[in-house]
């Protein structure tokens, strides 16, 4: 382990700087990445929705005419 | 149900972090060894704590799930798992930097802190193949809250072996002979550790509020017979 520069001196401001800046941004980054992630989800999750709120309306019309053939029928019986 | 308060506290979490890394760049002096780049250990170590202390989290709900068979526990577990598990990524990156910074290696093979949490990691990125491997929703529940809790248990023996191991470089800061963080950096540590905590667990709780929704989604799916889409094998437990 005399390869590790234990005890060496800080590195500068600006050389120490990059390595700082870089652990944050990585950090950042994976909450973003996150995020990105959970949004494209939720886009998923509201275009199902959607797609169900219009089957479900298509569905409760169609029963409704379904409804109204049946009454016409039984009245001319 | 789940995303009930779920906005104030991510109201609470980004205030909690800006406080935090205010207070890293604007109030906590420069360490007289490492200087700036010791920045990074008001990062690093709480997401350290996080993530190990959410993977025995995800163990305590395992047990939970095991005792009364309720399956918000497993979905609870699988949860905290794989949240910690990116919070364990995280660690690994931001270490591999701290140790590129002050050691000139981007990773110390025979440093038992790092060694050990790389096992715990791997540990834990076995869980998910382990998961799916099995077809059957119950026993998939189940086998993955004995392994939650097995692997739960290792956390805090690993972190005592490695604690009582002689350590090479990485330092020991909490609670040795040599003295501690002084006052300031004490407090912007704790802030910190405060601010990546409330991360975690706002998190979970927008996974489990999305997986919710996803579970109620499919659930309304069958009620109204619509064609099954995508009917392949499940990747995560279902929240209703």
């Known amino acids: 382990m005399d ?20 652990a944050y941004v990585v950090f950042l980054l994976l909450l973003l990445v996150y995020v990105a992630i959970m949004a494209a989800k939720l886009q998923r999750m509201e275009r199902e929705l959607r797609e169900l709120a219009g089957f479900a309306e298509n569905r409760a019309s169609g029963e ?11 009245a001319d019986v | 149900m789940y995303g009930k308060g779920l906005k104030p506290l991510s109201i609470a979490t980004v ?11 604007f109030y906590a002096p420069l360490d007289a060894d490492q200087g ?26 395992a047990i939970l799930h095991l005792r009364g068979g309720d399956r918000r526990w497993d979905a609870y577990s699988y949860v905290s798992i794989h949240m910690s598990v990116i919070f364990g990524v995280a660690v690994l990156i931001t270490g591999a930097i701290w140790a590129k910074a002050s050691w000139g290696h981007w990773w110390v093979w025979d440093e038992p802190t790092l060694v050990s949490f ?13 998961r799916y491997a099995i077809e059957d929703r119950d026993r998939q529940a189940r086998y993955a809250s004995v392994f939650a809790i097995v692997a739960g248990a290792f956390v805090p023996l690993n972190f005592m072996a490695v604690r009582l191991a002689q350590s090479l470089v990485h330092p020991r800061v909490f609670a040795t002979a040599n003295g501690g963080l002084p006052g300031s950096m004490m407090l912007t ?22 997986k919710s929704a996803s579970g109620q989604l499919k659930r309304l799916r069958r009620a109204l ?16």
């Open chain 1, 3 to 22: 390869l590790l520069p234990i005890g060496a001196p800080a590195l500068p401001l600006d050389e120490a700087g990059k390595y700082v800046a870089g």
């Open chain 2, 15 to 25: 205030a909690a972090i800006a406080v935090a890394f205010s207070l890293v760049f």
């Open chain 1, 64 to 74: 409704a005419a379904a409804g109204s053939d049946r009454e016409e029928v039984s």
């Open chain 2, 189 to 210: 540590f704790l802030v910190c550790l405060a601010a990546i905590a409330l991360l975690w667990v706002t998190l979970v709780k927008l996974e489990l509020t999305a």
């Open chain 2, 118 to 130: 790389l096992i715990v990691f791997l540990m834990y990125a076995t869980y998910y193949p382990f």
């Open chain 2, 36 to 61: 700036f780049i010791q920045k990074i250990f008001y990062l690093h170590v709480p997401l350290a704590i996080t993530a190990l202390v959410g993977f025995v989290i995800g163990g305590v709900f």
């Open chain 2, 225 to 240: 017979d619509a064609p099954a889409g995508g009917g392949g094998p499940r990747i995560a437990p279902e929240v209703s």
